[in-house]
C-alpha cells in the first residue's frame, strides 16, 4: 500500500517554463512533507518542506503548494533551467515520527 | 556535500555472506536513518537510531541489524544475503531536535550493494 504516490515516472519541460510536480498522500496523520533532488550517483538532496499547518511555502525558484482536503502537494520550479534536470522525489512524514515516506519519484527532463 | 559519509561506495558479494555498511552522520546530527532504494522501488525506510538507542523500525528483514556507536556513527549488518538484497542503501541523519524543527534528513551517497 503506498501512501505517498508520484503518479508521473517522468516529465520533460522547456528551459525557462514553469515545471509542475506533483504527490499524492493517503495517510491523513502525514504533517511536514518534503521535496528530495536526486541526482545519479549521488543520494537525495533535501530541497524544500512544508507543514501541515501552511498551504504554500517559497524558497527562490522552488514552491511547494499543499492541499490538505485533497492529501496534495505540488513542487513548483520558475523558471526551469537544464541543471534542474534530475529525479524528484516527494517524502512525507507524521504521527510523532521522524521516518520518511518516499513517492517513487518523477524524471524532470529539462530541455535547453 | 551533506556532510553524511558512507563506506564503501561499492560492495559485491556472494548469496549466504554477511556484510556491514557504514554511515557517519553530519557533525552535531543525532539521529541516523538508513534506507534501501531497489530497482523500481522508491526510497523504503529501514530502521532510525537517535544518540545511541533504536527509535523506529520500518520494513527491515530479520536478516538486517543495526547499530548506532557512542561517536553516533553507525553501521548496517546484512546477512544470509540473497540476489534481491542488490540495492541501494542510503544513510542519512538529522538533528532531531523537536517536532517545531525541521524535519529534513540529509543523505550520504549511499553504498550500492551487489549480491551475486
Known amino acids: 500500500d503506498q501512501q505517498v504516490k508520484q503518479n508521473s515516472p517522468s516529465l520533460s519541460v522547456q528551459e525557462g517554463r514553469i515545471s509542475i510536480l506533483n504527490c499524492d498522500y493517503t495517510?491523513?496523520?502525514?504533517?511536514?512533507f518534503l521535496w528530495y533532488k536526486k541526482y545519479p550517483a549521488e543520494g537525495p538532496t533535501f530541497l524544500i518542506s512544508?507543514?501541515?499547518?501552511?498551504d504554500k511555502n517559497e524558497d527562490g525558484r522552488f514552491t511547494v503548494f499543499l492541499n490538505k482536503s485533497a492529501k496534495h502537494l505540488s513542487l513548483h520550479i520558475v523558471p526551469s533551467q537544464p541543471g534542474d534536470s534530475a529525479v524528484y522525489f516527494c517524502?512525507?512524514?507524521?504521527?510523532?515520527?521522524?521516518?520518511?515516506?518516499f513517492g517513487k519519484g518523477t524524471k524532470l527532463s529539462v530541455i535547453p | 556535500d551533506s556532510g553524511v559519509t558512507q563506506t564503501p561506495k561499492h560492495l559485491i558479494t556472494a548469496t549466504g555472506q554477511r556484510v556491514t555498511l557504514r554511515c557517519s552522520p553530519r557533525?552535531?546530527?543525532?539521529?541516523v536513518y538508513w534506507y534501501q532504494q531497489s530497482l523500481d522501488q522508491g526510497l523504503q525506510f529501514l530502521i532510525q537510531?537517535?544518540?545511541?538507542?533504536?527509535?523506529a523500525k520500518g520494513n527491515i528483514l530479520e536478516r538486517f541489524s543495526a547499530q548506532q556507536f557512542p561517536d553516533l556513527h553507525s553501521e548496517l549488518n546484512l546477512s544470509s544475503l540473497e540476489l534481491g538484497d542488490s540495492a541501494l542503501y542510503f544513510c542519512?541523519?538529522?538533528?532531531?531536535?523537536?517536532?517545531?524543527?525541521?524535519?529534513?534528513?540529509?543523505f550520504g551517497p549511499g553504498t550500492r550493494l551487489t549480491v551475486l
Open positions: 557533525s552535531g546530527d543525532l539521529s
Open positions: 517524502a512525507a512524514s507524521g504521527a510523532g515520527s521522524y521516518q520518511l515516506t
Open positions: 512544508i507543514s501541515s499547518i501552511k
Open positions: 495517510n491523513s496523520m502525514f504533517d511536514y
Open positions: 537510531y537517535y544518540n545511541g538507542e533504536e527509535r
Open positions: 542519512a541523519s538529522s538533528v532531531q531536535r523537536d517536532r517545531l524543527d525541521d524535519g529534513e534528513q540529509f
